[in-house]
């Protein structure tokens, strides 16, 4: 088994998609490995410059309402048991966000739904977290639910979700023996992941539209810490 699935940096895509290339300017839209850009009420672009010293960034804005998405679909992954992802996310031009105004920022999902669902949410100070929500039969509720915190600027993401019972979850955190949220109680019946969506979509009804969200050097893998 690969140990690699793909490298993206979003400011390649002119070229192969893979890091390490150059170029000399954004591409109008995202090109393979993304398989496709969904927009309804709202829009996927990519603008420059990017993070971490690219040159460009995926930009995701949502005008509408609660069934509004704007996200870039990834279908490289293949019936896979263990999916191992990370970006990063700027939330810096979202403002006025109350404690409950959220949309969805990340999905990993199998044939069946969503294994994995991460979101932007406002903390209700002029900030903002970064949530997860993973399927847990032991938890209340069926699920692990818990947040942390986003920063002005660049944030690193990352999570490991293994369909034999783990899943571990990293915010701006480069250690791999300590992520911020780690469980072996992780049930989601043996799905495994097919489809990835990155971008804003499904917004809470407060959640302040026309404000962009941006997202830059995703990578995914079967195995080994990706960090930063």
């Keep these: ?17 893979y890091a390490g290339s150059a170029v000399a300017g954004c591409p109008s ?26 040159a460009c960034h995926l930009a995701s804005t949502i005008t509408g309402d609660a069934s509004s998405f704007a996200t870039v679909e990834d279908d490289t992954p293949t019936a896979e048991p263990r999916y191992r992802a990370q970006f990063i996310i700027d939330p810096s031009a979202l403002t006025g966000l109350g404690a409950t105004d959220a949309a969805y920022i990340f999905t990993a999902n199998s044939s069946t ?25 032991t938890a209340p509720g069926g699920s692990d639910v818990g947040s942390f915190s986003l920063t002005a600027g660049e ?39 097919e489809t990835a969506f990155m971008g804003l979509a499904g917004p809470t009804p407060n959640f302040v539209h026309g404000q962009p969200v941006g997202f830059d050097q995703f990578d995914s893998r079967r195995q080994t810490f990706i960090g930063f």
Excluded: C
């Design 155 to 193: 944030n690193h993401v990352e999570f490991d979700l293994d369909n034999s019972g783990h899943f571990s979850f990293w915010v701006n955190n480069n250690v791999e023996a300590s992520p911020n949220f780690t469980t072996t109680t992780f049930a989601n019946g043996g799905a495994t992941i």
């Design 29 to 54: 839209s995202p090109v393979p490995p993304w398989t496709a850009v969904a927009a309804i009420g709202g829009t996927a672009t990519i603008v420059g410059p990017g993070y971490a010293g690219s």
């Design 1 to 17: 088994m690969n140990t690699k699935m793909k490298v993206l940096a979003l400011a390649l895509l002119g070229l192969a998609g």
């Design 113 to 137: 739904g969503p294994q994995v669902s991460l979101s932007v949410v406002g903390d209700g100070a002029s900030g903002w977290l970064v949530s997860y929500n993973v399927p847990d039969t």
